[in-house]
Nanobody, 127 residues
Framework: QVELVESGGGSVQTGDSLRLSCHAPELTFITYIMAWFRQAPGKGREFVAR????????YYSDSVKGRATISRDNEKNTVALEMSGLKPDDTAVYYCAADREPREDWERTHPSGYTYWGLGTQVTVSS
């Protein structure tokens, strides 16, 4: 069983910043695309950001573009998501995901495009 463990969630105020981290000790980490998704109450799981295996390229959803940065440390098997200018709409459970299967580009922004998932970390943004 591959384990991805998220940390760094919590309760913050509008405009605050937050750094989420995901550790995947059992993966051959450098071979995996890593991503963050989020799920708000009553809504589906939404793509947030992804980073290539080398860390050279990243891609963001329109909802967080300009406010989020995804990064990875392949020596420590970790991927991070830093978000600034947090808004109440950012309130959700944030999930880390990993995959290395050959897939279409559209799948990389959909939950079906990822094999391994963490259990999530709650982020609550108050106004």
């Amino acid at each position: 069983q591959v384990e991805l463990v998220e940390s760094g969630g919590g309760s913050v105020q509008t405009g605050d910043s937050l750094r989420l981290s995901c550790h995947a000790p059992e993966l051959t980490f450098i071979t995996y695309i890593m991503a963050w998704f989020r799920q708000a109450p009553g809504k589906g799981r939404e793509f947030v950001a992804r980073v290539s295996p080398s860390g050279a390229s990243s891609y963001y959803s329109d909802s967080v573009k300009g406010r989020a940065t995804i990064s990875r440390d392949n020596e420590k098997n970790t991927v991070a998501l830093e978000m600034s200018g947090l808004k109440p709409d950012d309130t959700a459970v944030y999930y880390c995901a990993a995959d290395r299967e050959p897939r279409e580009d559209w799948e990389r922004t959909h939950p079906s495009g990822y094999t391994y998932w963490g259990l999530g970390t709650q982020v609550t943004v108050s106004s």
